[in-house]
């Protein structure tokens, strides 16, 4: 009886991933039904999230809060205060109610995006179309931006994807391919690094940005460094950028912006 009951035992185990992957396969099966790829568009009743066809590539800017520094707090009482800066990528003009996005196409034979190329300034209307692109100098974008507010990006250095509570998050995650090199005690050998981290997983993301009442759905390409269960910390921080219109604005203009391998896309109710 006892060997019955260890052989039962056993047989679970070796049959639990296997359940667990056909689980996986059928969810997916399930949510690939309503989450198209996020470059192909997303609608629901009301809204709609699509691409901004901008030249080049969404460049990231840096605004003051309005948040003092305390690490900067100067004893001398005149001294102008430093405050907490935050990052981000889309502009709100605050006069005409428009958006303005800084753009940069590479012209250099180098790799990255920071050696040469042609700047640009996007100004993008409350239904998402580009009204103009002009062509500035480089790091002269300030002067075309005097009536703006940066939007700022409100994902968190510790994203918390599995939390539903949040603008957007990870509604499932569908694993796809098995990193069996997570369990090679000599990865990393010989680096000054370290062997860092590994992701078992490389899969399909499911995720839902929430539009009053409404979800917008789609999916990309993510992994998790969980081997069974993943929890938020398992998943890659920097996947996105998100960015809303302050409420003090949104009876002129309402609109969210997602930022994805540095191109833009605009969420925001259909025109009527």
């Not at 800066?85 to 940069?104: A, I, R």
């Not at 640009?120 to 103009?132: D, R, V």
Request: charged letters at 20%; aromatic letters at 14%; glycine letters at 6%.
């Amino acid at each position: 009886m006892k060997r019955t009951r260890i052989l039962i035992a056993i047989a679970a185990l070796i049959a639990l991933p296997f359940m667990m992957a056909a689980v996986n396969i059928m969810m997916s099966w399930y949510y690939d039904l309503s989450y198209p790829q996020l470059s192909a568009g997303v609608v629901s009743k009301n809204y709609q999230l699509s691409k901004i066809r901008m030249p080049g590539i969404v460049v990231d800017h840096d605004a003051n809060s309005n948040v003092i520094d305390s690490m900067y707090v100067s004893i001398d009482s005149a001294a102008p205060p430093t405050y907490i800066k935050y990052t981000g990528q889309v502009f709100l003009d605050t006069l005409s109610y428009n958006f303005k996005v800084e753009s940069m196409v590479d012209t250099s034979s180098h790799e990255g995006y920071d050696r040469d190329g042609s700047f640009y300034i996007n100004t993008i209307n409350a239904y998402g179309k580009i009204l103009s692109s002009l062509s500035v100098p480089k790091g002269s974008s300030g002067k075309y931006l005097k009536s703006c507010i940066l939007l700022k990006d409100i994902m968190l250095p510790f994203q918390p994807w599995l939390d539903h509570d949040q603008p957007v998050y990870l509604n499932f995650f569908s694993k796809k391919s098995f990193n069996s090199r997570c369990f090679d005690p000599f990865r990393g050998f010989g680096s000054p690094n370290g062997s860092g981290t590994c992701s078992f997983w490389q899969g399909e993301g499911y995720y839902n940005i929430v539009l009053g009442d409404e979800k917008l759905k789609f999916k990309l390409p993510t992994e998790s460094g969980a081997l069974l269960f993943s929890t938020s910390f398992d998943f890659p921080t920097y996947v996105m950028n998100f960015a809303v219109v302050p409420e003090r604005f949104r009876k002129h203009v309402n609109a969210s912006f997602l930022v994805y391998q540095h191109h833009l896309y605009m969420a925001r109710k259909k025109q009527p």
